[in-house]
């Protein structure tokens, strides 16, 4: 399996989705069957090139021979054969939200592995619906949901006893901007979990406080104290720290992004993409009444588990 998004700058919830997966591939390997990692550092088969001028070489379609059997975890290296998680279709859909390097690199890897991949993987039936209308896909989809880690903690004492959280990596598409304002209409405070990424997205604001990238264990915590969980992103895959959430007895409300909606499964309260009434009124119905869906979101955390995802993803290698 290749590792390389571990050692990413940003990993972010692709980083989540490795790390995850490794781990239960290994512990859901067929019989006779091992898991051995590659990468360019930190990983059972060290490719001794630097990071940068692998990517490079994979760009050109000369990636380096590392057996039959491949899991790439993300579009990063389309080797021939190998079977490729593709996250999303953001670059097709929602371009603007991407750097122009990273749409023109991110189409031209995705389909090359729709044409010579031993296989896709995808999150989600909506990636693989928006796929399909995308790009020319000549090789078997599989739609296999990603799992959910729950995070189990005490909240923390070091923020306000109320407040809503938000859970991604800090980037144009994540709607994090319009989250500031909605929670500065609504008088309540605003946390926000992940790394800075790219976009120059400035969240500072009075009432907002920036955690950058946390721990699980800080993460459990934060989850804890938190009356509402927002993800009013205009363009997903999955939508990981939705179900994480659930799964921790948060509410959440979310925008109608399709994988979101998919994913939620009517256990979230949904809202219109980019509206800021709609987002400001979604979250003071919620705040208004916490447990309105909480039980339902503990319902649908619980369908998904990281075991399933490697069972499904061991049978795309079958």
């Known amino acids: 399996m290749l590792t390389e998004q571990l050692n990413a700058p940003v990993p972010g919830g692709t980083g989540r989705y490795t790390a995850e997966l490794l781990a239960a591939l290994g512990e859901n390997a067929p019989p006779g069957w091992t898991v051995t990692t590659a990468a360019t550092a930190r990983a059972d088969r060290v490719i001794r090139l630097p990071r940068r001028a692998l990517v490079a070489l994979w760009e050109r379609g000369l990636p380096p021979k590392l057996g039959p059997h491949v899991h790439a975890p993300t579009p990063l290296a389309p080797l021939p054969g190998a079977v490729v998680t593709v996250h999303d279709v953001v670059p097709w859909t929602h371009p603007e939200t991407l750097t122009p390097r990273g749409v023109a690199w991110h189409r031209k890897v995705i389909a090359r592995a729709a044409r010579e991949a031993r296989a896709l993987v995808v999150p ?77 997205v400035d969240l500072r604001a009075p009432h907002v406080t920036l955690l950058g990238r946390v721990s699980d264990e800080r993460l459990a915590s934060v989850l804890a104290g938190a009356s509402v969980l927002a993800a009013p992103s205009l363009a997903e895959g999955f939508g990981l720290p939705v179900l994480e959430a659930m799964a921790a007895r948060v509410p959440v409300v979310h925008s109608d992004d399709p994988a979101l909606v998919e994913v939620a499964g009517g256990a979230g309260t949904v809202v219109r993409r980019g509206d800021l009434a709609s987002l400001t009124e979604g979250l003071r119905a919620v705040l208004a009444d916490p447990r309105h869906t909480v039980e339902a979101g503990i319902t649908r955390a619980s369908e998904f588990t990281w075991a399933k995802t490697a069972q499904g993803v061991w049978g795309a290698h079958a």
């Not at 090789?139 to 949901?145: E, K, T, Y």
């Open 124 to 200: 989600t039936q909506a990636v693989a619906s928006q796929l399909a209308e995308c790009v020319r896909v000549e090789v078997p989809v599989h739609v296999v949901p990603n799992g959910v880690t729950r995070l189990v903690g005490s909240p923390a004492d070091d923020l306000p006893s109320s407040y809503v959280l938000a859970v991604g990596t800090v980037e144009p598409r994540k709607g994090f901007g319009l989250l500031v304002r909605a929670t500065e209409r609504l008088r309540v405070p605003l946390v926000v979990v992940g790394p800075q990424g790219w976009g120059d």
